[in-house]
Structure formats: structure tokens, C-alpha cells
């Protein structure tokens, strides 16, 4: 159950993701409610989004801090949506007993033989299976970091999560920049 809810979910994702991304058939970029005046933290996580959210607000009170999943490349989430699909089909085929070979004018291999013989055990097979493959395609282990769309740390490049000590340090060091930055008079020429 728990690998199904979580299919749905990713599933979700997926279509959230594109429907956001085309709006009437014209690419937008996403809208986002800006309701906060502070700066902007996102999160491009898969976990351990709660334990950094939890220091970070309490240390910096006026940042926003949002979490979205980091979707893999889209060749991937096509494969993951297909054997969602397909699993469903199979699984529909082995507990009705229809032999899809025969459709093509095949002889039905063993393995088929054997799963009709067995149903519970070939459709628990076909699914943990699936959802195995599901789950490889749809994870990234990415860890993406920024402030104000500015990256600060990605796990897919250095390789590794930040300790909560250098992402404070991060996030002190690009605060003060933000500062500075915003003391400095702009000149016109």
C-alpha cells in the first residue's frame, strides 16, 4: 500500500508539474502566491526537508522557506507513467485469465503459464516489481538549495547533503552579501 501511495503521489507530481508548465498550450513559468516579504529559501529535496526547516526559521524568522520534489529528467517520468500503466494491465490480464500472446498469434511462454497458475503471487510480483522500477525512475537523490533563485548548495553536484553548520554558514554569508549589496547606492550613468 505504502509503494502505491506513493506512486500516486509521484504520479501527481508529475501531472502537476506539466500542467503548470503549459497553461492553455502556451509554456508560462509557474505562478507563485507571494505573500512573505523576506527572502526566499526553496528546497528541491526528496526528505529531511522538516529537520532543515525547523532550524533555519528558527534562526532566520523572516525567510520563507518553501520544499517542492526535484523531478527527474523527463524521459524518466515518461517511463515511470508507462509502467504504472502497464503494471495495471497486467495485473488486469493475469486475474481475468486472458492470454495476450494468443492476440498475437504466440505461443504463451512458461512464465505466463506459471502465473496463471499462481495469480496471487504473479500479480504481488508484477506489482512490488514495478513499483521497484517506478520508484528507481522517479528518484533523484537531489538536495537543491536556493536563495532567491539563486543556487546555494545542490547534492548533485558536491555529491553530498550539507551539515545543518555549513548551510547556516551559507546562508549567513549570503545574507550579509544581500545587505551589502542593498547598502551600495546604484549608479545611473
Known amino acids: 500500500m505504502r509503494y502505491l501511495l506513493v506512486l500516486l503521489v509521484a504520479a501527481s507530481a508529475v501531472i502537476r508539474s506539466d500542467a503548470s508548465a503549459n497553461l492553455g498550450g502556451v509554456p508560462s513559468k509557474r505562478l507563485k ?5 523576506g ?15 525547523r ?6 524568522p523572516d525567510i520563507r522557506i518553501e520544499g517542492e520534489n526535484y523531478l527527474p529528467q523527463p524521459i524518466y517520468r515518461h517511463i515511470a507513467s508507462f509502467l504504472s500503466v502497464f503494471k495495471l494491465v497486467l495485473i488486469g490480464l493475469i486475474i481475468v485469465g486472458k492470454d495476450p500472446f494468443a ?5 504463451a511462454p512458461s512464465i505466463w503459464q506459471w502465473g496463471q497458475e499462481n495469480k496471487v503471487y504473479a500479480c504481488m510480483m508484477v506489482f512490488f516489481l514495478s513499483n521497484m522500477i517506478e520508484n528507481q525512475c ?3 537523490g537531489a538536495f537543491e538549495i536556493t536563495l532567491n533563485d539563486v543556487p546555494v548548495w545542490s547534492k548533485l553536484e558536491s555529491g553530498h547533503l550539507p551539515s545543518m553548520q555549513q548551510l547556516v ?3 549567513d554569508n549570503e545574507m550579509k552579501l544581500n545587505v551589502h549589496m542593498d547598502s551600495i547606492p546604484h549608479h545611473r550613468s
Open 33 to 37: 502566491m507571494q505573500y512573505a516579504t
Open 103 to 107: 492476440f498475437f498469434g504466440m505461443q
Open 138 to 140: 522517479m528518484s533523484t
Open 39 to 53: 527572502p526566499l529559501l526553496k528546497f528541491q529535496i526528496w526528505r529531511v526537508f522538516e529537520e532543515y526547516m
Open 55 to 60: 532550524v533555519i526559521s528558527q534562526r532566520y
Open 169 to 171: 554558514q551559507i546562508l
